[in-house]
């Protein structure tokens, strides 16, 4: 877990002033608690110490998914492609080589093509 002073961060206003009645702004809500548990990790606010001296920290538990996980920063960064288009344009170009339920020998001769062909292509 991670935790920040209260003071570092202003509290997020916007959705507390939200009309739960309204079924859009219900859904919007809705969306942003998705969003906060799956992506960002839900705050919880704890207290800290006793008496006089506690303190309340907030404390963002982890997300489902971790940010290094869903976070595309380090691909822009050195120049490599945001998704998998070009293996999956790669796979279907192969599966419509292919006819829909080939025999294990056929699918075999056809892996072995197309290594030959890659081979031929990354020697030019």
Same mark, same amino acid.
């Given at each position: 877990?991670?935790? /920040?002073?209260?003071?570092?961060?202003? !509290?997020?206003?916007?959705?507390? =002033?939200? #009309?739960?009645?309204?079924?859009?702004?219900?859904?919007?809500?809705?969306?942003?608690?998705? /969003?906060? !548990?799956?992506?960002?990790?839900? !705050?919880?606010?704890?207290?800290?110490?006793?008496? *006089?001296?506690?303190?309340?920290?907030?404390? $963002?538990? #982890?997300?489902? /998914?971790?940010?290094?996980?869903?976070?595309?920063?380090? *691909? %822009?960064?050195?120049?490599?492609?945001?998704?998998?288009? =070009?293996? !999956?344009?790669?796979?279907? =170009?192969?599966?419509?080589?292919?006819?829909?339920?080939?025999?294990?020998?056929?699918?075999?001769?056809?892996? $072995?093509?197309?290594?030959?062909?890659?081979?031929? %292509?990354?020697?030019?």
């Amino acid at each position: 877990m991670i935790v /920040f002073d209260q003071h570092l961060f202003k !509290e997020n206003r916007s959705m507390a =002033s939200l #009309n739960l009645d309204d079924p859009i702004q219900a859904k919007i809500l809705e969306l942003y608690n998705y /969003f906060e !548990e799956n992506y960002i990790g839900k !705050e919880i606010t704890t207290k800290i110490g006793r008496g *006089r001296a506690v303190k309340l920290t907030t404390i $963002r538990q #982890n997300p489902l /998914f971790q940010v290094n996980f869903w976070n595309i920063h380090s *691909r %822009l960064v050195n120049d490599l492609p945001r998704t998998t288009n =070009s293996v !999956e344009s790669w796979h279907n =170009s192969f599966g419509n080589m292919l006819k829909s339920h080939p025999l294990v020998y056929e699918l075999v001769d056809s892996l $072995r093509k197309e290594d030959k062909r890659v081979s031929d %292509l990354l020697v030019k």
